[in-house]
């Protein structure tokens, strides 16, 4: 365990584990490592002591780059050699005090460290859940993670920090259309800015990226191809996160007509992060997109969630049992039901379509049964035509899953624990 009466300080890139062998790191090192950064960085923003330059350094990689932490583009199987580097101190002398000052106003040992702390937060589920560990390590770690994301917080709220803002990352992609067009869209990329870890909106996951693909490949079977632009589509996205899903829609109706996109979210941090993509993307353009607070447990179904919806988009965003519960109530308010007096719509109603990640370890692994529990799969069309006493007209429905499909995962795309994506079309069939 880690002495913290100790008054030696290690740099970050010279003491901090490699994220790449995490799953051998046991708590006490991770409670040391991030004593570590807490002393060094956890006072007022350093100022450098007069007389007294940074080291000139010499690194084999370059510490901080464009690429965006583990969370839903690059995997946590990649090698972490981007955090190794070797320091070498041509300047710098004096107290051990001077010394500290001057390792605290290191800009590239405070990027290093942001850097690992993001990346530990990120690859913290399969760790903190490790086979093999007994309750109390396992209750270690999970602590262990609850206090990296404070100790984030703390490192970039920090005055030193002000002119990069946030340190948020922008990613910019390209979606092949069917046809041979291209949809391109910008995403910033915010990181956890408060003690709220359930925020986790604001960074883009995987399985949105591997739905908007789906979409651009066949924007007809999602009811947004060109041909749908004169039809008054009411479009809603649970859990917008980012936006990715509404700004692929809205970006294959161009240019709007009657169409109507509304993305939803409860964070506040993630609804400001929402409306900047937003903006971004459709620059002094008209759009169909407009940001509203949603909240599943309690849904507030005043305007603009007082009719129905033809389209409901959702990725990743059941982490919770009751989540798969909370949204079903929505969709069953929010989604249009056959024989509807709306002139937007088949017969058959509006249509969910949401995608779930297939993860296999960690905290949230087999969370996709609970959609599959919450929603019954409607009847095989051999099942149909033996019962053909159910070809009646009724005003009673129920929501079930119409079609599922597995996805395959995406190279450079998602996180470690995750093995593929499944696909719900969710729409209404007979009571």
């Known amino acids: 365990m880690y002495d913290s009466s100790n008054p030696s300080i290690c740099a970050p890139s010279a003491g901090l584990p490699p994220l790449s062998k995490l799953l051998d790191t046991s708590s006490g090192q991770i409670y040391y490592s991030l004593d570590n950064l807490r002393q060094l960085y956890g006072r007022q923003p350093a100022t450098l002591p007069p007389k007294l330059s940074l080291p000139i350094r010499r690194h084999q990689q370059l510490i901080h780059d464009d690429s965006v932490p583990d969370s839903g583009y690059a995997s946590a199987e990649e090698e972490e050699n981007d955090l190794d580097a070797e320091d070498v101190f041509v300047t710098?002398?004096?107290?051990?005090?001077?010394?500290?000052?001057?390792?605290?106003a290191d800009p590239l040992e405070r990027a290093f460290a942001i850097k690992w702390v993001t990346g530990f937060?990120?690859?913290?589920?399969?760790?903190?859940?490790?086979?093999?560990?007994?309750?109390?390590?396992?209750?270690?770690?999970?602590?262990?993670?609850?206090?990296?994301?404070?100790?984030?917080?703390?490192?970039?709220?920090?005055?030193?920090?002000?002119?990069?803002?946030?340190?948020?990352?922008?990613?910019?992609?390209?979606?092949?259309?069917?046809?041979?067009?291209?949809?391109?869209?910008?995403?910033?990329?915010?990181?956890?800015?408060?003690?709220?870890?359930?925020?986790?909106?604001?960074?883009?996951?995987a399985s949105s990226i591997v739905l908007s693909e789906q979409i651009c490949a066949d924007p007809s079977r999602f009811s947004l191809s060109s041909s749908n632009k004169g039809i008054p589509l009411r479009i809603l996205e649970l859990g917008a996160g980012t936006g990715l899903l509404s700004i692929v829609a809205a970006k294959l109706l161009q240019p709007p007509t009657s169409t109507s996109i509304f993305a939803t979210d409860y964070h506040p941090d993630v609804l400001v992060n929402l409306r900047a993509n937003i903006a971004t993307n459709f620059p002094g353009l008209a759009h169909p997109i407009s940001v509203h607070q949603l909240d599943w447990e309690f849904p507030d179904y005043s305007a603009p969630m007082d009719e129905p919806f033809d389209l409901i988009l959702a990725a990743d965003v059941v982490y919770h049992p009751d989540h798969a519960r909370w949204i079903k109530a929505c969709a069953e308010r929010l989604l249009l039901r056959p024989n509807s007096s709306s002139s937007s719509s088949s017969s058959e109603g509006g249509v969910f379509w949401l995608m779930m990640a297939?993860?296999?370890?960690?905290?949230?692994?087999?969370?996709?049964?609970?959609?599959?529990?919450?929603?019954?799969?409607?009847?095989?069309?051999?099942?149909?035509?033996?019962?053909?006493?159910?070809?009646?007209?009724?005003?009673?429905?129920?929501?079930?899953?119409?079609?599922?499909?597995?996805?395959?995962?995406?190279?450079?795309?998602?996180r470690a624990d995750e093995r593929g994506y499944l696909l719900f079309k969710i729409g209404w069939i007979p009571c």
């Open 121 to 205: 937060i990120a690859r913290s589920d399969t760790w903190a859940s490790e086979d093999g560990i007994d309750d109390v390590e396992a209750d270690r770690r999970t602590e262990a993670v609850e206090n990296a994301t404070k100790l984030l917080s703390l490192l970039l709220s920090s005055e030193q920090l002000e002119e990069e803002e946030d340190c948020s990352v922008t990613r910019s992609f390209q979606f092949l259309v069917q046809g041979g067009t291209v949809i391109e869209a910008e995403l910033n990329d915010a990181p956890l800015l408060n003690e709220d870890h359930t925020c986790v909106g604001l960074q883009s996951w």
């Open 92 to 104: 710098g002398s004096g107290t051990e005090d001077e010394s500290f000052e001057v390792l605290r």
């Open 358 to 414: 297939l993860r296999i370890s960690g905290r949230h692994e087999g969370m996709f049964h609970t959609v599959e529990d919450i929603f019954p799969d409607a009847p095989s069309s051999s099942e149909k035509e033996l019962d053909v006493s159910k070809e009646v007209v009724t005003d009673e429905w129920q929501l079930a899953v119409l079609e599922k499909i597995e996805l395959g995962k995406l190279k450079g795309v998602g």
